[in-house]
């Protein structure tokens, strides 16, 4: 067969970080193609005592999209992980097809989850995962420690699923780490304030930078949050093309909605109005003085400023704007970002703060008697509530459950588990189709005693954007699909700067597959190529695009369609053993390809 070839370059270099998305999402612009957009809503039915209520029919319940009731044109039960038909419970079958399959992924954050408590949470996980997973059920494992770690892929096997959990029991957990920071930002606080309040000649309770140690330390710790919540939204968006019933259970020790918040509530209660006092015997504490090399001189000691003069104002901290000073490093709107992609994907979040039951005085038993001044009650429980809230927002959001202050942890996972088992999916064809709007979603039922709990919204997702998950769906699950029947090719890799390889792909296409329209004396069509990498380590690429035209004269076009189409890409990557996954588009039919392939880049220059 004759090939007709075309050659572009598209040179990738694995980044340190993991990009939260690809670098360009334009959507297709040639020709004109008709998706059916079936938007599918899981709901679980409880009575008022949280005991699951079966039996219900289509037409006991109602669904509204944006406030408008919309006509239910899809409606299964399962009951027990069995379908049921007209009310009565279905034969079991010998086994269940992938789209009845309960997926579950268990994503350790060891940057925000101390050992000893991811220890017990991983034992209880194992005992629960042998009690209660059902054959054709799978698990993956993956941890973010600075970067995304697919430690053990998709599998029903119980021996890889424990060796798993107890290979993570063996890495570093960081969850300690802010801890740790969090102190010193508050001894910082304290050191500028004893100061300020040892110069009898300084009238100003709280100096103006007495705040800074505050920003720095909410700063960086919003920056953990933010990659971690960027890994969740790579992995969810990953698992767009993953058959069956999908939940992510988020094990930590909760992230905070507000970092840095209770930093900035222990300077409320220091520098507001009403702390003139020595604040618990913080004036009695004595320390070395020292003066920070950072903060002016001390004033000159003839002159005595007033209490109430302008320029104590303009040099003070009050503590009064602190709470709004927080809300600059919220991270709540990222959370309902990662919620919207969840929901897109068909993704329950599962929250399970591993820390447990926990008592309500602030002060860690290993503080002594200077460190106990950093715990204000207000600024104990606002550190408790600000970990917890944003969990119950990630499960409330997409229909999940968050799991809080609770040693034994086998109950909530059986229910868990039954939400996936015993539940009503109710599908609705929308009046649009990818237009890229978030959309609210509302359940209602007519029995009265009944109590609802499915995903609050959901991402109408243009095409081009679910190519890119399908994307990352064969990068890191090795899902494939290819209706367009593409040959992958791997090249031998030619060394480039700086230790990297320039390693080529070689597409085949068969142009059969393709459709081709007559336009302007020639028949002309479209490919769109996606690609991205990763490595062993998490390192990933982001996805980049290419678009093919294809133009063939008239005269030549019954001899192409015996032929292949050639295209060949150039990637960018460094030594080792790595993984790619492309898409490739057909435009006009909107028929997509995706495929998964290792790639081995070897030091001496060789490549498989």
Same mark, same amino acid.
């Given at each position: 067969?004759?090939?007709?070839?075309?050659?572009?370059?598209?040179?990738?270099?694995?980044?340190?970080?993991?990009?939260?998305?690809?670098?360009?999402?334009?959507?297709?612009?040639?020709?004109? %193609?008709?998706?059916?957009?079936?938007?599918?809503?899981?709901?679980?039915?409880?009575?008022?005592?949280?005991?699951?209520?079966?039996?219900?029919?289509?037409?006991?319940?109602?669904?509204?999209?944006?406030?408008?009731?919309?006509?239910?044109?899809?409606?299964?039960?399962?009951?027990?992980?069995?379908?049921?038909?007209?009310?009565?419970?279905?034969?079991?079958?010998?086994?269940?097809? +992938?789209?009845?399959?309960?997926?579950?992924?268990?994503?350790?954050?060891?940057?925000?989850?101390?050992?000893?408590?991811?220890?017990?949470?991983?034992?209880?996980? =194992?005992?629960?995962?042998?009690?209660? *997973?059902?054959?054709?059920?799978?698990?993956?494992?993956?941890?973010?420690?600075?970067?995304?770690?697919?430690?053990?892929?998709?599998? @029903?096997?119980?021996?890889?699923?424990?060796?798993?959990?107890?290979?993570?029991?063996?890495?570093?957990?960081?969850?300690?780490?802010?801890?740790?920071?969090?102190?010193?930002?508050?001894?910082? !606080?304290?050191?500028?304030?004893?100061? %300020?309040?040892?110069?009898?000649?300084?009238?100003?309770?709280?100096?103006?930078? !007495?705040?800074?140690?505050?920003?720095?330390?909410? $700063?960086?710790?919003?920056?953990?949050?933010?990659?971690?919540?960027?890994?969740?939204?790579?992995?969810?968006? @990953?698992?767009?093309?993953?058959?069956?019933?999908?939940?992510?259970?988020?094990?930590?020790?909760?992230?905070? *909605?507000?970092?840095?918040?209770?930093?900035?509530?222990?300077?409320?209660?220091?520098?507001?109005?009403? @702390?003139?006092?020595?604040?618990?015997?913080?004036?009695?504490?004595?320390? +070395?003085?020292? =003066?920070?090399?950072?903060?002016?001189?001390?004033?000159?000691?003839?002159? #005595?400023?007033?209490?109430?003069?302008?320029?104590?104002?303009?040099?003070?901290?009050?503590?009064?704007?602190?709470?709004?000073?927080?809300?600059?490093?919220?991270?709540?709107?990222?959370?309902?970002?990662?919620?919207?992609?969840?929901?897109?994907?068909?993704?329950?979040?599962?929250?399970?703060?591993?820390?447990?039951?926990?008592?309500?005085?602030?002060?860690?038993?290993?503080?002594?008697?200077?460190?106990?001044?950093?715990?204000? +009650?207000?600024?104990? %429980?606002?550190?408790?509530?600000?970990?917890?809230? @944003?969990?119950?927002?990630?499960?409330?959001?997409?229909?999940?459950?968050?799991?809080?202050?609770?040693?034994?942890?086998?109950?909530? *996972?059986?229910?868990?588990?039954?939400?996936?088992?015993?539940?009503?999916?109710?599908?609705?064809?929308?009046?649009?189709?990818?237009?890229?709007?978030?959309?609210? *979603?509302?359940?209602?039922?007519?029995?009265?005693?009944?109590?609802?709990?499915?995903?609050?919204?959901?991402?109408?997702?243009?095409?081009?954007?679910?190519?890119?998950?399908?994307?990352?769906?064969?990068?890191?699950?090795?899902?494939?699909?290819?209706?367009?029947?593409?040959?992958?090719?791997?090249?031998?890799?030619?060394?480039?700067?700086?230790?990297?390889?320039?390693?080529?792909?070689?597409?085949?296409?068969?142009?059969?597959?393709?459709?081709?329209?007559?336009?302007?004396?020639?028949?002309?069509?479209?490919? =769109?190529?996606?690609?991205?990498?990763?490595?062993?380590?998490?390192?990933?690429?982001?996805?980049?695009?290419?678009?093919?035209?294809?133009?063939?004269?008239?005269?030549?076009?019954?001899?192409?369609?015996?032929?292949?189409?050639?295209?060949?890409? #150039?990637?960018?990557?460094?030594? $080792?053993?790595?993984?790619?996954?492309?898409?490739?588009?057909?435009?006009?039919?909107?028929?997509?390809?995706?495929?998964?392939?290792?790639?081995?880049?070897?030091?001496?220059?060789?490549?498989?």
């Amino acid at each position: 067969m004759k090939l007709l070839p075309l050659s572009g370059v598209l040179l990738l270099a694995l980044p340190a970080a993991l990009p939260a998305q690809p670098s360009r999402l334009t959507a297709p612009s040639f020709g004109e %193609s008709v998706e059916v957009n079936v938007v599918n809503v899981d709901v679980a039915a409880t009575d008022r005592s949280g005991r699951r209520v079966t039996g219900l029919k289509k037409e006991d319940f109602e669904i509204l999209e944006d406030g408008k009731r919309m006509q239910i044109t899809n409606f299964d039960a399962l009951e027990a992980g069995r379908q049921t038909a007209g009310g009565a419970v279905a034969a079991a079958a010998p086994g269940r097809a +992938p789209e009845d399959a309960w997926n579950l992924v268990i994503f350790v954050d060891d940057s925000n989850i101390k050992p000893a408590h991811r220890t017990r949470a991983l034992q209880q996980l =194992r005992e629960f995962l042998d009690r209660e *997973l059902a054959p054709g059920d799978r698990v993956m494992i993956a941890t973010y420690d600075l970067g995304l770690n697919i430690r053990v892929p998709f599998t @029903s096997d119980p021996a890889a699923i424990a060796k798993g959990l107890g290979d993570v029991s063996a890495l570093a957990a960081r969850g300690s780490e802010s801890d740790r920071d969090r102190r010193q930002a508050l001894e910082q !606080i304290i050191t500028i304030a004893q100061e %300020s309040r040892s110069d009898p000649t300084d009238a100003i309770l709280c100096p103006h930078d !007495i705040v800074t140690p505050a920003h720095a330390y909410a $700063g960086a710790r919003r920056q953990e949050v933010l990659r971690t919540l960027d890994a969740l939204t790579v992995l969810v968006n @990953s698992l767009s093309g993953v058959p069956g019933r999908k939940a992510l259970l988020h094990v930590s020790d909760g992230l905070p *909605l507000i970092p840095g918040e209770e930093v900035f509530q222990f300077l409320a209660e220091l520098c507001s109005d009403h @702390s003139t006092q020595d604040m618990g015997g913080l004036a009695s504490v004595h320390k +070395p003085e020292i =003066r920070r090399p950072d903060l002016p001189p001390p004033p000159d000691a003839n002159v #005595t400023p007033s209490p109430n003069s302008e320029q104590a104002t303009m040099e003070s901290y009050k503590g009064e704007t602190a709470a709004m000073d927080a809300q600059a490093y919220s991270v709540a709107k990222n959370l309902k970002t990662l919620t919207a992609h969840a929901n897109a994907n068909r993704v329950t979040l599962y929250a399970l703060q591993a820390s447990g039951l926990q008592g309500t005085d602030a002060s860690d038993a290993s503080f002594g008697p200077e460190e106990r001044l950093m715990q204000f +009650p207000s600024v104990g %429980s606002l550190l408790r509530s600000n970990l917890r809230d @944003s969990l119950q927002m990630l499960a409330e959001d997409t229909g999940g459950r968050s799991i809080l202050d609770a040693n034994n942890l086998l109950p909530d *996972l059986s229910r868990m588990h039954e939400d996936f088992t015993t539940l009503y999916s109710l599908g609705f064809t929308p009046l649009h189709t990818g237009d890229g709007r978030d959309h609210t *979603l509302e359940v209602r039922v007519k029995r009265p005693d009944v109590r609802l709990r499915f995903r609050q919204s959901y991402r109408d997702k243009p095409a081009f954007e679910k190519m890119v998950d399908r994307t990352l769906a064969a990068l890191f699950h090795g899902i494939e699909e290819n209706p367009l029947e593409v040959a992958v090719e791997i090249g031998d890799p030619v060394a480039a700067a700086k230790g990297e390889y320039d390693v080529p792909v070689r597409l085949r296409i068969p142009l059969f597959k393709l459709a081709i329209l007559e336009q302007q004396g020639a028949f002309q069509g479209k490919l =769109r190529v996606l690609v991205a990498t990763r490595d062993e380590e998490g390192g990933m690429s982001a996805v980049r695009q290419v678009e093919v035209p294809l133009n063939i004269p008239r005269k030549e076009v019954l001899n192409a369609m015996g032929q292949y189409y050639l295209y060949t890409l #150039t990637l960018r990557m460094r030594s $080792g053993s790595q993984h790619m996954a492309l898409a490739v588009r057909d435009e006009i039919a909107a028929t997509t390809s995706y495929l998964s392939r290792p790639v081995t880049v070897a030091a001496a220059g060789n490549a498989h």
